[in-house]
């Protein structure tokens, strides 16, 4: 495989620190992102993976993050958005702010790492943009709504970007993980009123009890750390990959042609409301 370059935002922990690993052990220049890294001295610029600061939500972070790597490596192959955050609770004890706050990272996130990237990679006339999605961007989850609706949201632009960006020989591909055993559970935020009071709160408690055992049963990230390998190595790599537990890719598929009652009614079955 030819070594690429590639940068992937998130890379502290979860998918993000596997694909990085994995991709540096194949010998790609790896640059993983974190809020809490720092630029790297000289001495360790051989390193792959190499880590350095970048916060999604900043346009000033993420454009000093891809200087750094264009000044290094002159060029960028391949940019993974991986960052992204969880909130649960009922649509109706999530204020605007806290939604507001989840689209900031999950998808505007997206926006300011594309942005920032893509003159040099329209220059180049090459280059792999994959956006981390999720099973839960075409099926929705209750009690993520709002996950869900950021990560709908992100399949729409990525579609939109994939076909704009194809004169310029640059493609857009999603990855669209289910449950993993990542670092998501433990970091999943509740919205400020889903607790005490809330006339969802037990209906809640038991839909992310399930999401929680789903996750935590959840097959190793190293899975999708592979299949990431591979659509990198692919000469014309497809424009989604779904990847996750066999039921949770088959629900995907027969929403397709479930009723949507019906789909409702196996979804709410699954997650106990």
Known sequence: MTPRVVLITGASAGFGRACAEHLGRLGHRVY?????????ESADLHSSPLMVPMDVCDDDSVQRAVDFVLKQEGRIDVVVNNAGVGLAGAVEDTSADE???????????????????????????????????????????????????????????????????????????????????????????????SGEGSAYRDRCQRAVSVMEQDEQNGADPRQVAVLLAKIIASPSPRNRYPVGAWGQRLGVAVRRVLPSALLDKAIRAVYRV
């Not at 926006?111 to 956006?131: E, F, K, M, T, Y």
């Not at 709504?145 to 399949?155: C, D, I, P």
């Not at 704009?164 to 493609?171: A, C, I, N, Q």
Request: with cysteine; hydrophobic share 45%; proline share 5%.
């Open 32 to 40: 993983g992102t974190s809020r809490r890294a720092a630029f790297p």
């Open 99 to 193: 939604a507001r706050a989840l689209f900031e990272t999950n998808l505007f996130g997206v926006l300011r790492v594309c942005r920032a990237v893509l003159p040099a990679l329209r220059a180049q006339g090459s280059g792999l943009i994959v956006n981390v999605s999720s099973l839960g961007g075409l099926v929705t989850i209750p009690f993520q709504g709002f996950y869900s609706a950021s990560k709908y949201a992100l399949e729409s632009m990525s579609d939109a970007l994939r076909m704009e960006l194809r004169p310029f020989g640059v493609h857009v591909t999603l990855l669209e993980p289910g449950d993993f055993k990542t670092g998501f559970t433990g970091s999943r935020v509740f919205s400020a009123e």
